[in-house]
């Protein structure tokens, strides 16, 4: 997936959540025939995003735009996460007749975009008067706000309960031992999950799970194990 890096780059605030902002220029805009189209991607800290926009509207006769989580079909299982936004149509005239929506949304496999169904009257955004045409230019100013409850993902690795979880040195890197259905040690990454060993020695579920000093190797022992 090709990103573009947004005007201002994501960065973490002191209480810990995750900024970006991205400005799109849609050259042509009165000439588009697409019924809808999306921005580059842009990222608002490790997240991509995109602005999805209705040239002529969701079945209204405004201007529809909505913020989109680009990356959706392949993130894990159960992945949500909480975003503050706004979404400005920029006025080239006049800055104080900027419009200016903005909306919290928990985004989610079923839910993967949200925004606004009615933005500006397309009347008015094709009135070179009004100012929000440049040479049929329209620009769309996206701001990101993650907030840092929802920096965690969930990921399913067991098909039993997981009992003993230990993280890596380099912050990166688990290790999850799971319960007698399963009887696993897992390594996987935790930004996305994918599991890169699993370890099957044990014969009953796993309890205990240390690292040895090294960072490198690990201990378990399980309940009723041999």
């Known amino acids: 997936m090709d990103v573009e890096k947004p005007a201002a780059e994501g960065e973490a605030s002191d209480d810990g959540a995750l900024h970006g902002q991205f400005t799109w220029v849609i050259e042509g805009f009165g000439k588009l025939k697409q019924t809808k189209l999306y921005s580059p991607v842009f990222q608002s800290g490790q997240y991509n995003w995109r602005i999805l926009l209705f040239p002529g509207g969701n079945n209204v006769q405004q201007l529809s735009v909505y913020l989109d989580v680009a990356d959706a079909p392949s993130l894990p299982q159960g992945w949500s996460r909480q975003a503050h936004f706004s979404l400005t149509v920029l006025n080239h005239k006049d800055t104080t007749k900027n419009v200016i929506k903005d909306a919290d ?10 925004g606004f169904r009615e933005f500006v009257q397309l009347a008015d955004l094709k009135d070179a008067r009004t100012g ?78 240390a690292l040895l000093p090294d960072g490198l190797r690990f201990i378990s022992a399980g309940s009723f194990d041999r």
């Open 105 to 114: 949304h928990n985004f989610n496999v079923r839910a993967q975009d949200w």
């Open 132 to 209: 929000f045409l440049n040479d049929d230019k329209l620009s769309i100013l996206a701001r990101v706000r993650v907030e840092p409850e929802c920096l965690e993902n969930t990921f399913q690795l067991h098909t039993e309960g997981v009992f003993a979880l230990v993280a890596l040195p380099d912050n990166q890197h688990a290790l999850s031992g799971s319960g007698h259905g399963d009887k696993t040690v897992k390594l996987f990454n935790v930004n996305d999950g994918a599991v890169l060993r699993i370890f099957t020695h044990h014969t009953a579920g796993i309890y205990c799970l």
